[in-house]
């Protein structure tokens, strides 16, 4: 049902992912069901179905970009949206079967982006394994526990879990990576706006028009709203098109974002709502607070604005 508190999660599994560590910080899932997913597809999926309300999967990171495959899955098929951000330290080790050594390694399982984010440690202390890409950092140190592959780069609560030994800890190339994931549900009524809040969007724009992506850019800046990310997917349509991932300070109950969406509407061949919902709250520690709004338009001068145009459509005085 539609704005019923989420009771049953999936999150991109298996056991021992970063997403399932994201997903316990969300107090609600503490007191409901925890499931773990073989996919991201699978897991949205699971909430498309009613098998689940609501899916933890990985969105972003700072050093290997977006999750692709989370993008393209928000995209097509029936709508979902995002109703929570979880932004996490991501810190990878390396787990091997206990008593295996690094001269051992012939073969290590990792998710495309913990090897990126791994790259020059595997290439300095493993040049001669082998690295292969599996869908989760869960399903890495799982691979390992069964015997498929000899190391995983994983997380460490994936090595504890999969009762693998460290090998080596901290093998990230740069310390300080964090992931965004998103908690996703079926349409439904947003979270109350905070005044610290995201929207989320993706727009297909008509690119046989000249400046169809500045005109959608127009659309925001025109009223303030501030662009925190853009990315850009291919449609699968043919080479060139692509669906531009946005992400705008404001929730959609605000005045001023809730114009720029109605033009965006106007000027997009198509435009999927994926949520409005708070902004990660930050430990405060330095360096990692969100950036401040930009001065700009208040939501006040658009209300003015708007109570000024309807007197004069009403023929009152100004
Ligand atoms: O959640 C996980 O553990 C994943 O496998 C996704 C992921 C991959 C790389 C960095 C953070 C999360």
Known sequence: MPGTPPTRFVYLGPEGTF??????????????????????????????VGEADAALVPLENSIGGAVGVTLDEMAEGEPLVITREVVLPV???????????????????????ASTQCRNWLRGHLPDAVVVDVLSNGAAAGGVASGE???????????????????AD?????????????????????????????TSLAVYIAHDRVGALLSVL?????????????ESRPTGEALGRYVFFLDCTGHVADVRLGEALQGLRRV???????????????????????????AGLSDADYADAAAWLARLRAGAQP
Do not use: W
């Open 268 to 294: 997009c061949a198509d435009v999927r709502f994926l949520g409005s919902y708070p902004r990660h709250r930050f430990s405060g520690a330095a360096g990692d607070r969100p950036v401040p709004a930009p």
């Open 218 to 230: 127009m659309e925001l800046a025109v009223r303030g709203v501030n662009l925190t990310r853009i």
């Open 19 to 48: 997403a399932e560590q994201a997903l316990r910080t969300v107090p609600a899932a503490e007191r409901g069901t925890r499931t773990p997913a073989r996919s991201v597809g699978e897991a949205l999926d699971s909430v498309r």
């Open 170 to 198: 901290k093998i990230a190339d740069h310390p300080d990576a964090v992931t965004r994931f998103a908690l996703v549900s079926r349409p439904g009524p947003p979270p109350p706006p905070t005044g610290d809040d995201l």
């Open 149 to 167: 592959y000899d190391a995983a780069v994983c997380a460490p609560i994936g090595a504890a879990r999969h009762r693998l030994a460290v090998l």
């Open 91 to 113: 810190e990878f080790v390396l787990g091997a079967r206990p008593g295996t050594t690094l001269d051992d390694i012939r073969s290590v399982a990792a998710h495309p982006q």
